[in-house]
């Protein structure tokens, strides 16, 4: 009888949503349309804040001042997007975006993070393949070969059961997620109250996938591109960058939103945040974008291609002031490494994101290869009860500076506690590396680094969110979180 009622409340709520939906979409060319979807936007947030009723009052009372005013840098943004996205492709994804996932998978979410008293991530990344037709520089995945893909019946379990648990976005890499594209067109079929969004090359788009996607209104890219020509080639191969623009061409034309996936390195970074290649990539109608930190993973690794402390510096600021109403640039990054200040920290293990690879393994996080646990023979709500995982739970946020966030790349010692509390085994299909070959190559610049963000977290103000998903002894005594026990254990100073 529970269940039932909650079905049916479910259906009212996102026929409710859907409705509001449908009043935003589309392009507006009357001054009444464009009045009519302010008043729209005010009614969601209002909505927003009353199935939020925990979170920051002030927080919804500066948005709606934000879309009170038609001028504003990110209303002016937000209207563009909808402006220029397909309308039924746009309905489509924000439904499941929007209801789906940000309200009552949140609310799921949440309820299950009390339930089971482990993590319960809001997103999913698994990989559907090893496979790719490129072999990127200092990257692990080029050097696995075709050999692990995992099942359609497995990628479909991890939608099912990830459901369950309330996470309603799923993000795929690989290898080349597009490679089997057939089943994930399949999947997305079936379960089209999700998002799945692809972390693509870009070089198998074409315009009978767009049609496809176009249709199905809940797949999305992130195109891997790096800079110029020469700096996206150099690393990536001869003709990748105009796969890119060609594969951007295509999004454009079909209405498709979709963002960008940028690896930074000592040797390209500043030709990824240089304005005229953001405005470019923008043009081109990228309207969101990763920026990941080179990450010195696996035996093909490059630690040589880490960025120097001046230039891991530079990009914070680079990328907040792409971020400010200081400019009238359509495109709105994030960077994955120093950003962790708006997400509490790490957000792997299960927090907020795991990951799943092509062999099955549960990762904490695509950076970290070791596991203790599969999906051909535990649910994902054992994997998020692992050891290794209930290690991520216990020791989250690795440290209070969350210019430091990982426990990889800025401490080290972190995971190595982890891994020899959990008897995690590695998972690097090419050549299995220890958890000590793997955080050498970190300590020194996790040393350096340390003393470099130290100073900058100093001079900056930081709010702590009401709501940051840490065990409850760090949420009363968030003093406590993010040092080395002197007993050897790790997370809690005692």
Not at 227 to 242: C, K, L, S, V, W
Not at 386 to 410: D, V
Request: charge should be negative; aromatic fraction near 10%; include cysteine.
């Amino acid at each position: 009888m529970t269940a039932i009622i909650e079905n049916t409340q479910h259906k009212v709520e996102r026929k409710a949503f859907e409705v509001l939906v449908n009043r935003v979409v589309g392009k507006l060319t009357h001054e009444d349309d464009i009045a009519a979807r302010q008043e729209t936007f005010l009614s969601l947030i209002d909505k927003a804040e009353f199935f939020y009723k925990d979170e920051n009052k002030e927080t919804f009372d500066k948005v709606r001042e934000y879309f009170r005013n038609p001028e504003n840098r990110w209303v002016k943004f937000l209207n563009q997007v909808l402006d220029e996205t397909n309308p039924e492709y746009a309905k489509k994804f924000l439904l499941n975006l929007g209801y789906e996932a940000f309200f009552k998978g949140t609310k799921t979410i949440r309820a299950n993070r009390e339930k089971y008293h482990c993590n319960i991530p809001w997103l999913i990344l698994f990989d559907p393949t090893d496979a790719c037709n490129l072999h990127c520089t200092g990257c692990w995945s080029g050097t696995y070969g075709h050999k692990n893909n995992m099942s359609y019946e497995n990628m479909d379990k991890i939608v099912i059961q990830g459901k369950e648990l309330g996470a309603h976005l799923y993000m795929l890499t690989g290898g080349e997620p597009t490679v089997r594209m057939k089943d994930i067109l399949k999947l997305a079929e079936k379960h089209n109250d999700c998002i799945f969004a692809l972390y693509s090359n870009s070089t198998l788009i074409n315009e009978e996938l767009c049609q496809k996607i176009v249709e199905l209104g809940n797949i999305t890219f992130m195109l891997s591109i790096e800079g110029t020509p020469e700096t996206n080639d150099e690393r990536r191969g001869d003709g990748h960058y105009a796969a890119v623009m060609k594969a951007m061409d295509l999004l454009k034309k079909y209405g498709i939103v979709y963002g960008t996936s940028i690896c930074y390195t000592r040797h390209n970074i500043e030709a990824v945040t240089d304005e005229k290649f953001i405005r470019l990539i923008a043009e081109k109608g990228a309207r969101f974008g990763f920026y990941f930190h080179y990450m010195p993973v696996g035996a093909n690794a490059v630690p040589e291609l880490m960025p120097t402390l001046e230039q891991r510096k530079q990009i914070i600021d680079k990328i907040r002031w792409i971020r400010t109403g200081n400019n009238d640039i359509g495109f709105f990054p994030m960077d994955f490494q120093n950003d962790g200040e708006y997400v509490g920290g790490c957000i792997a293990g299960g927090r907020n994101y795991f990951h799943i690879n092509a062999q099955g393994d549960a990762e904490p996080c695509v950076f970290i290869h070791f596991s203790d646990s599969n999906i051909k023979d535990k649910s994902i709500l054992e994997m998020l009860q692992s050891p290794l995982f209930m290690a991520y739970h216990e020791g989250q946020p690795f440290n209070r500076n969350h210019l430091r966030p990982c426990p990889m790349l800025e401490n080290p010692q972190n995971l190595r506690a982890m891994i020899a509390k959990t008897g995690a085994h590695g998972t690097n299909a090419e050549c299995e590396e220890s958890v000590e070959q793997l955080c050498s190559k970190c300590d020194r610049y996790a040393e350096e680094w340390g003393k470099v963000a130290d100073e900058i977290w100093k001079q900056q103000k930081h709010k702590t969110p009401k709501y940051e998903n840490y065990i409850q002894e760090k949420r009363e005594h968030p003093e406590l979180a993010g040092f080395e026990h002197a007993d050897g254990e790790y997370g809690i100073r005692s």
